[in-house]
């Protein structure tokens, strides 16, 4: 039983160790499978194109549908007390060119912009407006895109390069799944198989417990039962 033992501990030291190593671009901190990076309180504050483009040149985009209440989740959780009444929103990646976009405002990306509106939104300005997110609240307001305020950046995580040398001398770079991918992959055979190994301990003691008491059990495709010493008489 001692090599039981040891391979249980095993797998709930590997199940219980913290996989969060960030794979992000440069200047960008890992959170809940995404890489942000945020401007605090006292760096200058941007337009939303000069933010849009200083997201893009350091690797990332302005936050989008699909990470924006992420972004908020990470700045409030590591920013929180500096930038309650300091930093009044962050731009994100929805801009409104046209009174005509109203009618389907869409973020960056194409998706459909939803909400939620902080109240009293949306509060139209001179064309183009853009919309910021609220921090302390999670709501969203219209600015003017030419107006200044503060900034957060997201990026996904990068893969990882791994070099293939040809015969030629040439070296191709293939890319692979984010390390973290790979371990979370890694770990969930190693949880599989230890589900097979506690499976099949299970049913060795609980059929030697049977046959100890000489219970006979049938299943179908099973019949454990405990059969009597035969003397041979002569």
């Known amino acids: 039983m001692k090599w039981f033992q040891d391979i249980t501990s ?8 913290s996989f969060t190593k960030s794979d992000c671009p440069p200047g960008y901190s890992y959170y809940s499978s995404h890489c942000f990076r945020v401007y605090e309180p006292g760096s200058p504050l941007r337009t939303w194109e000069a933010a849009l483009q200083e997201c893009i040149s350091s690797g990332g985009d302005l936050p989008m549908v699909d990470s924006w209440r992420k972004t ?5 959780t590591n920013y929180a007390p500096r930038i309650e009444g300091s930093v009044p929103s962050f731009w994100v990646g929805v801009k ?3 009174a005509d976009e109203w009618s389907s405002p869409k973020w960056l990306n194409g998706m459909t912009f939803m909400g939620p509106w902080a109240p009293g ?9 853009c919309l910021a997110v609220v921090p302390t609240s999670m709501n969203f307001q219209v600015l003017s895109c030419h107006q200044q305020t503060t900034l957060a950046c997201q990026a996904p995580l ?3 390069a791994i070099h293939t040398h040809h015969q030629a001398g040439e070296i191709e770079e293939k890319e692979t ?9 890694v770990l969930g055979a190693m949880v599989a198989v230890l589900l097979l190994l506690i499976l099949g301990l299970t049913a060795y003691i609980f059929r030697h417990k049977l046959l100890a008491h000489g219970t006979s059990l049938r299943i179908p495709f099973l019949s454990l039962t405990k059969m009597p010493n035969v003397e041979n008489h002569h």
């Open 121 to 129: 939104q949306p509060k139209h300005v001179a064309p183009p407006e």
């Open 96 to 98: 409104i060119d046209t």
């Open 158 to 160: 990068m893969p990882v």
């Open 72 to 76: 908020m989740g990470y700045i409030i």
């Open 10 to 17: 095993f797998f709930i030291v590997m199940s219980l160790t």
């Open 177 to 185: 799944l984010p390390e973290f991918q790979v371990v979370h992959i």
